[in-house]
């Protein structure tokens, strides 16, 4: 019954715009929590089931998954213009603020106060990255083979300052070359 209601909803154009709105600017670091609350708890026009079909279809399509859903749900309640409508309000907001953010980067980007704040922004940005490290690695297996090639390319790239892309290209085929020889 909520399968048939939520599918019958009358959203207008607006509707979407505003909605898809919100999720954009609450979503900074991920839309999909955002998505769910707006889509399947406020505003009723999908159900959990549906949520995850969604999710999951988007997922597998190419492009980003919040942007995918977006454009699936605008056009499942209002076809083409629907789309059009839903992916104005996700997009719009989050374009005009990195503007807006360049602009005043522009203008104030060389005062010792900003160069500052950027300084301790990168700062907690590595804490958290080097945290989120620390969470994944804890689900590696206990092998020494992951360790060396990810302390490799973190010394090439973060103290050599070699290119990335060429310290990938000489890692990969030995990680790989490893990886094969321990399946055998």
Known sequence: MQQEASHKAHVSHFDLFLVFSRIALSGFGGVMFWARRNLVERKHWLTDQQFVELLTLGQIVPGPPGLNITIMVGYRFR???GAAAAISGFLLWPCLLVIGMGIGYQH??????VQRA???MSIVAAALLFATFLKLAGALPPRWQPWLFGTLAFVSVGVFRWPLVWVIGV?????LLVAWQ???
């Open 118 to 120: 950027f300084a301790g």
């Open 171 to 175: 890692l990969e085929p030995f990680a």
């Open 182 to 184: 321990e399946k055998k």
């Open 79 to 81: 076809r083409w213009t």
């Open 108 to 113: 104030y980007g060389a005062l010792p106060q």
